[in-house]
């Protein structure tokens, strides 16, 4: 959550700090803000150096429309965008937090103990203008600047009372040729320039500035100069880390003709899906590309997995459950992160313990992996759309989705490649277990087919956007789907519900008579996926329950499972797919169900309310 960009440079880097806020404003768009220090860059520390703050409450555009009234210009700043956790979206809470205009501050991450510093704080003297934990480090880093000759040891000082999760960027009106850096469980990267460098929450922030990075390590802290850059790592020793070269693109982020990022994300699917498996598929095979060592030793050892993950995440690791326990004899079992990490487990040493992330950075799961370190397992592997990303880094092994940055805050490319990346594991797992050759070829050839059944699944947006407009009244609708179809019955209820805030519920058709059929009424949608599978017909009994009770079907059904057409019945006919890859097509009519569902209504559509896309605090 939040996004924080910093910038030392030659240069004014206002228009850098805004530039970078508006790439990482689906991290947290409550707030935003600026914080300068006003001097001419020569290094000189003659007292008359100030730190000009900006701060608005809202997305990014109003502190721009602020900036233009009073307008600020500096040579080296710092700037948040935030997403609310302790404190109301308000001015007052908004980074950065000054203290005594001598230290400006902005923090991604929880301050677990910030009510006993805060406490301490007040003591000394120090008054308190917001509700947020922040403002403890900035009034904390202010007061050991007292006893220390540098900004670089004030910071180092005060780290060391704080526990919880943090990224910092700090300045100081006394020291306006350093900007300060720290990382404790939230992301971080310094981005380099030629005689200027950069601080950031991602590399998506700083790519118009520069293409080679920095990934600090946790309990690093980095002192970052116009001509240099120096780290030091949680003992205090000098480290030097690895100079990475992005290959993300500019132009990937870009709207271009679309009027949503989710709309534009839907739209690459195919082509997402077909990066993730170019160089992968053989003939009949899978090519070995998960990174790590003894890779294939280690999968032929796998006696159970472990699926970990949060939110869209999750139902990917669900949808593989099944899969995986129907092409092998494998037991996969798959749990929400933020409940497996506070959960006795038993350890199982035979396990291939299995994350998923968008980002990498994702708190619950990064917390699952660390707690499945402790208790042991044969290998773990993260499957992440950011090579350096720290589950990445983490994890023993990684399989890298291709998805290319997903900028829309409701999760859909990376979704699709996570699925399509979780069949690659599936039949390497088969390929190094010797099992049946003929399944595997099965899978390839349908993976192959992949990107084209895509490209066909989106040719029935116009009708979608018809279907969409009866749910403009609606405040509540139910997903059904059977075996390997409910969780994308689940992802489809998670959308609307994300994007269009209707409440959306989804259940494993059967159920219906166990409870979920005392809500069928006549304004009650009920959204069902029937793709022609061994279920199709318990399926058709299970609608047929809710025909009879006056309620209205909106179905995405084969064109060849004898659905007809009726009164109560708005009918999608998807075209004849492959059984081993019908979740990933019927995934993409939800998609499109919920986006127009949600521009009808008139929501912000790539940023809903009270949601951020990458969720790096508990």
């Known amino acids: 959550m939040c996004g924080i960009v910093g910038a030392i440079a030659q240069r004014p880097v206002t228009d850098i700090l805004l530039e970078g806020l508006r790439r990482l404003e689906y991290r947290g768009y409550d707030s935003a803000g600026v914080a300068l220090v006003d001097s001419d860059g020569n290094g000189d520390n003659n007292g008359d150096n100030s730190i000009q703050r900006v701060r608005a409450l809202g997305k990014v555009i109003e502190l721009e429309k602020k900036l233009e009234i009073q307008p600020q210009q500096g ?23 000054l203290s005594r205009n001598r230290v400006a ?36 880093i202010e007061s050991n600047l007292v006893n220390n000759a540098s900004l670089f040891d004030a910071v180092k000082e005060s780290i060391k009372q704080l526990s919880g999760a943090f990224a910092l960027g700090v300045i100081s009106s006394e020291n306006p040729d350093v900007l300060i850096g720290a990382r404790q469980g939230s992301p971080l990267v310094v981005g380099l320039g030629l005689g ?20 600090l390590e946790n309990g690093d802290m980095v002192s970052i100069q116009r001509d240099q850059i120096s780290i030091e790592d949680e003992t205090g020793k000098a480290v030097e880390r690895e100079i990475k070269q992005s290959n993300a693109s500019l132009l990937e982020s ?30 009949d095979s899978i090519k070995q590309c998960i990174s790590g060592e003894n890779v294939q030793e280690t999968l032929s050892k796998v006696k159970e997995v472990q699926i970990v993950a949060c939110g869209t995440s999750y ?5 593989a459950r099944y899969w995986m326990e129907n092409l092998t004899d494998i037991p996969c079992h798959v749990e929400v992160a933020s409940e497996y990490r506070y959960r006795r487990q038993a350890p199982r040493e035979d396990v291939l313990f299995v994350t998923l992330s968008q ?25 992440c759309n950011v090579d350096e990303s720290s589950l990445v880094r983490e994890s023993d092994f990684s399989l890298l989705t291709v998805a290319g940055p997903e900028i829309g805050v409701a999760s859909t490319k990376a979704f699709t490649t996570q699925l399509v990346t979780l069949q690659l594991l599936i039949g390497l797992l088969m390929q190094a277990k010797g099992d049946s050759p003929e399944k595997v070829a099965q899978l390839v050839a349908d993976l192959k087919k992949l990107p084209a059944l895509l490209e066909q699944s989106l040719e029935h947006d116009s009708a979608i956007e018809k279907m969409a407009e009866q749910f403009i009244d609606k405040h509540n609708a139910l997903f059904l789907g059977r075996g390997d179809q409910y969780p994308v019955a689940m992802e489809g209820a998670l959308k609307l519900k994300e994007i269009s805030y209707i409440h959306a519920e989804a259940y494993p058709a059967g159920e219906l008579k166990h409870g979920p059929l005392a809500l069928v009424d006549s304004e009650m949608p009920i959204v069902a996926v029937a793709p022609n599978t061994v279920l199709l017909e318990k399926l058709k009994s299970n609608l047929e ?50 986006y127009h569902v949600a521009v009808f209504k008139g929501t912000d559509v790539d940023k809903p309310r009270n949601l951020a896309k990458s969720v790096t605090v508990e």
Request: net charge negative.
């Open 105 to 140: 501050v902005v923090h991604n991450g929880i301050i677990e103990n910030y009510e006993e510093l805060r406490e301490s704080l007040k003591a000394q003297g120090y008054e308190f203008e917001s509700e947020t934990d922040t403002e403890v480090i900035v009034h904390l």
């Open 196 to 215: 200027e460098n950069f601080l950031g929450s991602d590399v998506q922030a700083l790519l118009p500035v520069t293409s080679r990075f920095i990934f």
């Open 254 to 283: 870009n709207l271009g003709e679309y009027r949503h990022y989710m709309l534009k994300e839907i739209y690459e699917q195919p082509i997402a899906v077909q990066r993730t498996l170019d160089g992968r598929l053989e003939r």
């Open 359 to 383: 980002s990498g950075e994702t708190a619950d799961t990064l917390a699952a992996l660390d707690k499945i370190k402790s208790l042991g397992c044969l290998a773990s592997l993260s499957i």
């Open 545 to 594: 329950e809710v025909r009879s009770r006056g309620g209205v079907l909106y179905l995405f059904a084969d064109k060849g499972a004898g659905i007809a057409q009726q009164d109560n019945i708005h009918l999608i006919k998807m075209e004849e797919v492959p059984e081993g890859i019908a979740p990933i097509i019927y995934t993409i009519p939800l998609q499109l169900l919920s």
């Open 315 to 319: 139902h990917a690791g669900l949808i």
């Open 75 to 97: 040579l080296l700043g710092i700037s948040h965008t935030r997403w609310a956790t302790h404190g109301e979206p308000a001015e007052r809470n908004a980074h950065p937090h």
